[in-house]
């Protein structure tokens, strides 16, 4: 029962650098889900993807690629990492759009320096 | 931008009291829910109400809603010490083209102290 699953932990990148942060769910769930949380700012969504094949953006997109690569894995890209993109990351789950439970991650810190 | 709007941000208490945080929004929404999150933690869901519901209970939680005030409560009674974390309201509408969008709140941060 893992649930939700993010690599890494934690990281440190220097600006300019790239990386990815991984995540797979083991629920079987259509929708997927990325949020950044920052210090009085709540969750912000970043990208979701509906379904398999599809991914949309969030209020905050810019900056971050995702990739469906299946249903059960959704992994969201840093291309130039920026020190505004300091943030602890958590991906999400849930059986659909629309009114479902979503289920999280344990989070991911990221520190861009 | 934020739809929901936890209210007070902050709120420390009594073990054994009861700890009560508000939610508010500002258009309208399909449902509302409630989760919590313990430091250094992802979020764990409590409860999720629907728009046409005015109240449900799940063991010592209790909340409310009121669409006419655009406005939830979260009622925990008889707090404990391992109560304390932050709790967000999240609402969830319908976006453009058939999509739905769940929006957090900041959320309130309790303390329950033994």
Same mark, same amino acid.
């Given at each position: 029962n893992a649930g939700v699953t993010q690599t890494p932990k934690f990281q440190v990148l220097k600006t300019g650098q790239s990386m990815t942060l991984q995540c797979a769910q083991?629920? %079987?769930?259509n929708s997927m889900y990325w949020y950044r949380q920052d210090p009085g700012m709540g969750l912000r969504l970043i990208y979701y993807s509906a379904s398999e094949g599809t991914t949309d953006k969030g209020e905050v997109p810019n900056g971050y690629n995702v990739s469906r =690569? %299946?249903?059960r894995e959704f992994s969201l890209r840093l291309e130039s990492a920026a020190p505004s993109q300091t943030s602890v990351y958590f991906c999400a789950s849930s059986?659909? =759009?629309?009114g479902n439970t979503i289920y999280f991650g344990e989070g991911s810190w990221l520190t861009v320096v | 931008s934020q739809q929901g709007e936890e209210d007070p941000q902050a709120l420390s208490i009594q073990e054994g009291e009861n700890a009560t945080m508000n939610c508010s929004y500002k258009t309208s929404i399909n449902n509302l829910q409630w989760y919590r999150q313990n430091s250094g933690r992802g979020l764990v869901h409590l409860i999720l109400i629907r728009s046409n519901e005015r109240e449900k209970h799940s063991g010592r939680l209790r909340v409310t809603l009121d669409t006419s005030k655009k406005s939830s409560s979260l009622l925990i009674t008889?707090?404990?010490?391992?109560?304390t974390a932050s709790y967000f309201c999240a609402t969830g509408a319908k976006a453009s083209a058939g999509s739905y969008q769940l929006t957090f709140g900041k959320g309130t941060k309790l303390s329950v102290i033994p």
């Open positions: 083991d629920m %079987n769930h =690569l %299946n249903k059986e659909s =759009l629309g | 008889a707090s404990r010490a391992a109560d």
